[in-house]
């Protein structure tokens, strides 16, 4: 698994990945709210509960490494409902 460091930013529509060392690029992660099919929690190095996993269409997934993936995760659902997103 590839690592890159960054910040998990929820705005009203969408979670933007940002990386650290690129702030000036266009090398950034936007997964709209609406694209999101489901999410869910992983293990990482069978130790700690703190990957979340985004599912969207046409089986495709990105994984991230969270301090609390359960607090975003609820976050993200709560935003969801809120716009008024739900499928």
Do not use: W
């Not at 190095?45 to 089986?59: E, P, S, T, V, W």
């Amino acid at each position: 698994m590839n690592r890159l460091p960054g910040t998990l930013e929820l705005y009203t529509l969408a979670v933007f990945f940002r990386l650290n060392n690129f702030n000036e690029s266009h090398l950034n992660l936007c997964i709209p709210l609406a694209e999101i099919e489901k999410m869910e929690e992983f293990l990482v190095f069978d130790l700690a509960k703190i990957g979340l996993r985004f599912y969207g269409a046409n089986g495709k997934y990105d994984l991230f490494v969270l301090e609390d993936g359960s607090v975003f995760k609820k976050m993200v659902y709560a935003q969801i409902r809120k716009s008024n997103l739900v499928n």
